[in-house]
């Protein structure tokens, strides 16, 4: 059996570490408009409207712009605030992690504060995965003797082979 190969992320933590005038200067190279409908948010990065609006309501996605018709408005910074949500998530934070990084930024105003508790948390990450993989090894090396023992029990039944009808 081939052993297992594990999956590889690479992450980018880059939001709020550029300028505004920069952050909206490659959304327009990337072809982001200014004025996006929840529906092109979605379908860009893959998410359902109702998890823009929970993420919204839960803090993480503060100050969207509204149209005098009540429907909200997406610019580049939501885009990519919303990218830097979906990768934190990747990396196993939670929702109420996420919250705290915003909270610690709107609290400091500073990315470097923020990038100081993400490092935290990031840290903190690496020990649970590094203690789940231990366990899953434990699991694995359990499943092995196991499956031995049952091999044996086959091999010792094959050797004293009765037909059964």
Sequence with gaps: MAPHRPRRYTVN???QTRTRAARRGAAVRAGEDEDLSIAEVCSRLDLSPRTVRYYE???LLPGVRRRTGGRRVYGAD???RLRFVQRLKALGLSLAEI???NAVHAIAGS????LAHLDALLGRRLEEVAARMEEL???RDEIEKY????TSRLGALGAGHRRER
């Design 78 to 80: 939501e885009i990519e």
């Design 137 to 139: 090894a434990r699991l």
């Design 13 to 15: 933590v880059s939001w």
């Design 99 to 101: 919250r705290d990084l």
């Design 147 to 150: 499956r031995g023992r049952v």
């Design 57 to 59: 309501e839960l803090g």
């Design 111 to 114: 990315t470097r504060a923020m």
